[in-house]
């Protein structure tokens, strides 16, 4: 089945320690999202890929970074994770900028 | 900046019975809206949307009304079955984005 899929679905990393959570799918759609959701909010988007161009939100820190190497993979870099940054991260995908997304099953990110 | 709210948190419904979610939203420019529903430890899927330029849309149990005079949608799921219950996400697209409410828990009690 045409699917998104994230890695790890827990992930525990050390305060201040660099680390990557890797998204991949099958459905060669165009647009691959990153977005944080905190309990109880709702998912926040942190930036896009349309293709190879980046398009990161005005609010999102600079401590987070992404990669998209070919038209299947993306990554969320978080170079210094803080307490704060303890949250599920979604990948998600669209054939284009109109249509809905499909979600990967999500990450869970500890900071410890 | 466009918002959407969704003011219950969580729901509680007889299976059989209708389940009605609401979200309220703050700017009358937008593209159109979707519902998502979300099981524990999975990601969102994809429900249900309607454009600007309607007022309803229906597929199956599920029915989503838009009031533009009031920036109201509404979610209708009928009857609900124990499978419903999840978080339902109402999300506004614009800006070539999506922006999401903070979600409302659906019961449903056998």
């Known amino acids: 089945d045409a699917m998104v899929i994230q890695n790890p679905r827990y992930q525990v990393t050390q305060f201040g320690k660099p680390v990557t959570l890797s998204c991949s799918q099958t459905?060669?759609?165009?647009?691959m999202y990153w977005y944080q959701q905190k309990s109880s909010q709702a998912p926040k988007l942190l930036f896009h890929?349309?293709?190879?161009?980046?398009?990161n939100e005005a609010d999102t820190p600079d401590n987070f970074q992404s990669r998209r190497p070919n038209t299947s993979f993306c990554f969320l870099d978080i170079r210094s994770p803080g307490l704060g940054d303890a949250a599920m991260y979604l990948c998600?995908?669209?054939?284009?900028?109109?249509?809905?997304?499909?979600f990967g099953s999500g990450t869970r990110l500890t900071v410890v | 900046d466009q918002q959407v709210k969704q003011n219950s948190p969580s729901l509680s419904v007889q299976e059989g019975r209708i389940s009605i979610l609401n979200c309220d939203y703050t700017?009358?420019?937008?593209?159109?809206f979707l519902w998502y529903k979300k099981y524990p430890a999975e990601g969102p899927t994809f429900l249900i949307s309607?454009?600007?330029?309607?007022d309803k849309n229906e597929d199956g149990r599920f029915t989503v009304f838009l009031n533009k005079s009031a920036k109201h949608l509404s979610l209708h799921i009928v009857p609900s079955q124990p499978g419903d219950s999840a978080v339902y996400f109402c999300?506004?697209?614009?800006?070539?984005?999506?922006?999401f409410g903070t979600g409302t828990r659906l019961t449903i009690i056998p």
């Open positions: 459905l060669n759609h165009n647009v």
């Open positions: 999300a506004y697209f614009g800006n070539e984005k999506l922006t």
């Open positions: 700017n009358s420019m937008f593209d159109y």
């Open positions: 890929y349309y293709d190879k161009d980046f398009n």
């Open positions: 309607i454009s600007s330029i309607k």
């Open positions: 998600a995908t669209s054939r284009d900028m109109r249509g809905s997304s499909t």
